[in-house]
């Protein structure tokens, strides 16, 4: 435990305790909504031990790197809860979480942090690499062309709009080909910055600050919050239904919002903190490979993995979250295209995510 403040060990000991306690509401069936309060909290606590963990590792590594291993632990809880909703036929949750996801980082996320980096930019401008927004935005228009094509088809009901377990199997075979093409270069061409950052304080030496937790510790955290997140998952699925039903909530809106925030919270801590310390391509890095991630790697991995499950997911949603999703793709390019953003981009982005929060309370 060496190298970990008091308040870090606080952190760390309330999100077992959090843990625990999610399990034994789960198994001794307490009431709906302190049953899922308590999974939420633990889900989103395991997410901030994940982004810890992989911060630590992120410090022998550059900001590409490092943003590709906080948003593919980060997604593991999301993952988990998809697969946990569909084995149990909650279809509508498991679509819009993983949509939700999008919109969370995309609008939600990406807003704040452009907000906070604008902030703190002494111009206020927050500026950053323009290729990873670049890609991410080809990435994320590449998803929407089949998820429109899918939705034209089956609004025509022509005869492929017969056939959209086998059009969906077929695209996402064809976006991971894409996925794979693009990161394999984009992690080569990685190179850990020699200038120092707010964080990165030199020492008496000269030298850069150092990992403060070993490599084993670090790799240990790290899978006991992995293997922890996929019980928490479980968990949060089986309180979902109850407790919405007793708030009176929609399955869009626990989906959209609930489980896409409670679910990418290692984005959500992650990338504000980094803006906050000045690190604008680390920050831009979480939230953007989060992103790319979800639409082009993580949803047609869940849509080919549910062939086996109870219930098949498909690239079919409804006209209004694909209206959503393809002025989301065109928006986020225009924000971020240029390298640079205004603190009135990230204020328009949240606002963008409150309006489709809203929308959902009513569907």
Not at 107 to 128: E, K, Q, S, T, Y
Not at 300 to 308: A, F, T, Y
Request: aromatic share 8%; proline share 4%; net charge negative.
């Amino acid at each position: 435990m060496a190298g970990i403040t008091p308040f870090e060990r606080l952190i760390l000991l309330a999100v077992a305790v959090l843990a625990a306690l999610a399990g034994v509401a789960n198994y001794q069936a307490w009431a709906a909504v302190p049953r899922f309060a308590v999974a939420t909290l633990a889900l989103a606590g395991l997410a901030w031990v994940v982004s810890f963990a992989t911060e630590q590792l992120g410090e022998r590594f550059g900001p590409a790197i490092t943003g590709m291993l906080q948003s593919t632990l980060g997604n593991l809880p999301e993952l988990f809860v998809v697969i946990f909703a569909l084995q149990k036929g909650e279809l509508v949750v498991a679509q819009t979480a993983i949509i939700g996801s999008i919109f969370a980082n995309a609008l939600l996320v990406l807003g704040v942090v452009i907000v906070i980096g604008a902030r703190r930019a002494p111009d206020g401008a927050m500026r950053f690499s323009q290729r990873l927004p670049s890609d991410t935005a080809t990435l994320l228009l590449a998803s929407v062309f089949i998820i429109v094509l899918l939705g034209l088809s089956l609004g025509a009901h022509d005869p492929a709009s017969h056939h959209v377990k086998e059009i969906s199997s077929v695209g996402a075979v064809c976006l991971l080909v894409v996925y794979l093409a693009w990161v394999v270069p984009y992690l080569r061409s990685d190179e850990r910055p020699d200038a120092l950052t707010v964080e990165d304080t030199p020492t008496e030496g000269g030298e850069r600050s150092r990992p403060r937790l070993s490599l084993p510790f670090t790799l240990v955290l790290l899978g006991v919050a992995g293997v922890s997140s996929a019980f928490v998952s479980d968990w949060f699925v089986n309180g979902l239904s109850p407790a919405i039903e007793e708030l009176h909530l929609s399955q869009a809106f626990a989906g959209l919002v609930i489980v896409a925030i409670a679910g990418n919270a290692v984005e959500n801590v992650a990338g504000m903190v980094l803006a906050w310390k000045g690190r604008s391509d680390l920050a831009i890095s979480v939230v953007k490979n989060s992103v790319a991630q979800i639409a082009a790697l993580l949803y047609p991995l869940l849509v080919l993995i549910s062939l086996l499950l109870a219930t098949t997911l498909t690239f079919a949603l409804a006209p209004v979250y694909i209206g959503a999703l393809a002025l989301t793709a065109l928006v986020v390019w225009q924000v971020t295209g240029d390298g640079e953003a205004m603190m009135f981009e990230g204020l328009a982005l949240v606002a963008l995510y409150v309006i489709l929060a809203t929308l959902t309370l009513y569907e």
